[in-house]
């Protein structure tokens, strides 16, 4: 059955802005991963010979951009999936199936994705987990809020928990900087066969033992991004207003409270049973679940603003490729490194001004793209193994599919 293109003037622009936006913050925290094997070293995250602006630039990170934009991601793939199943649903298109081809694409992309180029790979967590929400596109309101409430309760009473459980902050493993010394090795030095030696050996078993509190993690903002577009959270109507108002000022006030905890319980001010280092990453994970709705909420207000939303057609074009430019920022990035042989040994100040350079280049080139074809070249493989037939790809009168 042939899908029929959904006018320009019907995108939701919102999701697209924020998209792009959480597509930079992206960017951002992947580059230590893509610079150092953080998998192997102390628990600040920071390398062993690192500066005092490497400190600086951690610690900032772990405020306001750690945790914060993968549950932005999050939230919107769960409204993703409505809008498609919606409209899908509305056209007579066997959506199910269709839904189940577009996912299976996904895992295989993330699947390749994390084999041949970066451990730190979501895509293929996203499809895993994605497969559920299938389970709850008939289901009320209610049901679904009772769900995603539960999940995200339960993942966060571990974390409290885990405050208060003591432990030997100095117990680290015993090999870890001798691999994050083997690691540098490999990926600097070695050749393409002992880059995937040691990654399957000492970087896979890491990710499959996280797997499953990753999958857990996601899934409830899944929910809450699917309810969210079924209530027309992103329509521009003003209908919720007063409640994303609310959302908004209580997410403020939270943010504040868990983002001023990361650098008091860093600098031992306030103690917890738990090391320092486990008690700022509870920290962090929490204050990523109130910016994130902070942020979202912030951009919603301020695309009710005619200057803001000219400019944010920037972000835009980055968002609706979002794909194509994730992958992008993985494989620019790693051969840049590799060729260079500069793994293991740059600074996150460097890192930051990399980053500060690329996303610009991802924003001229995504317009570029778009100014010329529909999709870009993940999207467009996406949606042809989606549709099981091949789409146009050159632009013709500025629709999209699906």
């Known amino acids: 059955m042939r899908g ?5 003037a019907d995108r939701i622009h919102q999701l697209d802005g924020i998209r792009g936006f959480a597509l930079f913050g992206i960017l951002l925290v992947n580059m230590p991963t893509f610079l150092h094997p953080i998998l192997f070293l102390p628990p600040n995250g920071l390398p062993y010979d690192h500066s005092i602006s490497d400190a600086w630039i951690r610690l900032l990170f772990d405020m306001f951009v750690q945790t914060k934009f993968y549950t932005i991601f999050s939230f919107l793939f769960g409204a993703g999936f409505y809008l498609f199943m919606n409209r899908a649903e509305q056209k007579g298109m066997p959506m199910n199936m269709m839904f189940l081809r577009r996912i299976t694409v996904l895992f295989l992309l993330g699947a390749i994705h994390l084999v041949f180029f970066w451990y730190g790979d979501i895509l293929h967590t996203y499809a895993i987990a994605g497969m559920m929400l299938l389970l709850f596109y008939k289901r009320t309101d209610k049901t679904i809020r009772i769900w995603a409430w539960s999940l995200l309760l339960m993942v966060q009473v571990m974390y409290a928990l885990v405050l208060f459980i003591p432990s030997d902050a100095s117990v680290v493993g015993s090999d870890s900087h001798a691999l994050a010394q083997r690691a540098v090795a490999a990926y600097s030095s070695g050749n393409w066969g ?3 030696q040691f990654r399957i050996a000492h970087e896979f078993p890491i990710v499959a033992s996280n797997e499953f509190l990753a999958i857990l993690t996601v899934f409830p903002l899944f929910l809450f991004g699917l309810l969210a577009a079924r209530r027309g959270v992103f329509s521009a109507n003003g209908q919720n207003r007063d409640a994303i108002k609310r959302v908004w000022w209580m997410t403020l006030l939270l943010g504040f409270v868990f983002v001023a905890l990361i650098p008091l319980v860093k600098s031992g001010y306030v103690q917890f049973p738990a090391p320092d280092n486990v008690a700022v990453l509870v920290f962090v994970n929490w204050s990523g679940l109130a910016l994130s709705a902070f942020y979202i909420c912030s951009f919603l207000f301020l695309y009710e603003k005619g200057a803001f939303q000219k400019g944010m057609r920037h972000l835009e074009a980055v968002g609706r490729m979002a794909l194509s430019n994730y992958l992008a920022q993985t494989i620019v990035t790693l051969v840049l490194v590799a060729v260079f042989k500069m793994y293991g040994s740059l600074s996150l100040l460097v890192g930051l001004v ?19 074809y529909q999709f870009g070249p993940a999207e467009w493989l996406w949606r042809c193994l989606t549709y099981a037939r091949i789409m146009p790809m050159k632009r013709n009168g500025g629709n999209h599919e699906i």
């Open 354 to 372: 990399y980053c500060l350079l690329l996303f610009p280049l991802q924003i001229v080139a995504s317009k570029w793209w778009l100014t010329h």
């Open 4 to 8: 029929t293109p959904v006018l320009e």
């Open 194 to 196: 002992e880059w995937m």
